[in-house]
């Protein structure tokens, strides 16, 4: 079965630090680039990041540039995403997805091939 698995997410104070983690189970990521996307409630799921398939190019949401870090680790087959300085507006459901193409495709398409079943972060005090 093909699946990707998020983990890490968990309740913080705002200024604190998560770092998500994506698997894939049953299939290699190495053909794929692969987006974090987040959903808040009442509000639209949005892409925060994404990583091309050899990792040479990455993409963030303005909200997150310069607080989040997206990487990729072949041989774990995971991809990882670092979030600092999170605030309470990043408290959302965390999402992986993956798409079989070598680049990230445009930052509002949802057409991925595989999504995980997301994780909450929750960022209050």
């Known amino acids: 079965q093909l699946q990707l698995v998020e983990s890490g997410g968990g309740l913080v104070q705002p200024g604190g630090s998560l770092r998500l983690s994506c698997a894939a189970a049953?299939?290699?990521?190495?053909?794929?680039?692969v987006g974090w996307f987040r959903q808040a409630p009442r509000k639209e799921r949005e892409r925060v990041s994404c990583?091309?398939?050899?990792?040479?190019?990455?993409e963030y949401a303005n909200s997150v540039k310069g607080r989040f870090t997206i990487s990729r680790d072949k041989v774990k087959n995971t991809v990882s995403l670092q979030m600092n300085r999170l605030t309470p507006e990043d408290t959302a459901v965390y999402y992986c997805?993956?798409?079989?193409?070598?680049?990230?495709?445009?930052?509002?398409?949802?057409?991925?091939?595989?999504w995980g079943q997301g994780t909450q972060v929750t960022v209050s005090s």
């Open positions: 997805a993956a798409v079989e193409r070598v680049f990230c495709p445009d930052v509002n398409s949802q057409d991925y091939d595989h």
């Open positions: 049953g299939f290699s990521l190495d053909l794929y680039a």
């Open positions: 990583i091309s398939r050899h990792g040479g190019t990455t």
